[in-house]
């Protein structure tokens, strides 16, 4: 088993600067990956250290686990997975309010986060915010995440349908972010990769330029990691992408 990794970060055709941050990261047997998109906000450079501080954060909070042998989370619950990465993201989020302090131009800054940890073939997806994770199986794309936004909120009420969230003034307004005072609650799904699926982490300048059923074609025509994420992007710049566009997708060979 090994997995095909490739990410990429675009500022997109409209914004002075890109507030988006992917990484990712094998584990030392190679069995296990660790990726992740944040997008930042929060002024010119509050969006930019928001996002940062919480990559590195995950990063520096799962670096010991990544070096462990896979063998070593064989017996592990997905529960207790959840808790691990709640813990990777109430630290990010303690990071980022410590790293405001005293700074009033940081005083809003924030993130969202999205990320995933495969372990021999099965993946653990936490996030919060609006940047997503999908599972790409053939010609299927499933998102795996809840937007927190005021929109999905609105949605799953039954205050509006689908066909008004363009017309939604405060569409973009998050309900949940890194950076805010209080603790933060992770949301967590855990799901089996088959050999050939794909995870595709994303910021919502990918979504909001490139519609979902659009990525079917284009995965279709370009088959390793590298080459569908450089094509998505490209993608969403040729629809005049109206904020920064990042992508990281694994496949489980």
Not at 138 to 144: A, Q
């Amino acid at each position: 088993m090994h997995y095909d990794i490739s990410g990429l970060s675009d500022i997109g055709t409209v914004r002075s600067s890109n507030q988006d941050v992917v990484a990712w990261q094998l584990g030392q047997d190679g069995r296990q990956a660790l990726l992740l998109v944040a997008d930042g906000m929060g002024g010119y450079h509050g969006g930019d250290i928001a996002s940062r501080l919480a990559m590195e954060s995950v990063l520096e909070t799962m670096a010991p686990r990544l070096q462990e042998p896979t063998s070593s989370y064989a017996g592990l619950s997905d529960d207790a997975i959840h808790m691990i990465l709640q813990d990777c993201v109430t630290r990010a989020n303690d990071n980022i309010i410590d790293g405001r302090a005293g700074d009033a131009s940081l005083d809003k800054m924030g993130t969202t986060l999205v990320m995933a940890w495969v372990i021999e073939g099965r993946g653990h997806v936490a996030h919060v915010g609006d940047s997503r994770c999908y599972l790409l199986c053939d010609r299927r794309v499933s998102c795996l995440t809840r937007d927190d936004t005021v929109v999905q909120d609105m949605l799953d009420d039954g205050s509006i349908t689908a066909a008004d969230v363009p017309y939604v003034p405060f569409r973009n307004v998050l309900t949940k972010a890194l950076g805010a005072p209080l603790s933060i609650e992770v949301s967590y799904q855990g799901i089996e990769l088959g050999v050939g699926d794909r995870l595709l982490l994303c910021s919502d300048g990918l979504t909001n330029a490139l519609p979902e059923q659009l990525w079917p074609n284009i995965l279709d025509k370009n088959k390793g990691a590298q080459s569908v994420v450089e094509a998505l992007v490209s993608a969403s710049l040729d629809n005049q992408a109206a904020d920064n566009v990042s992508v990281v997708l694994l496949t489980r060979m």
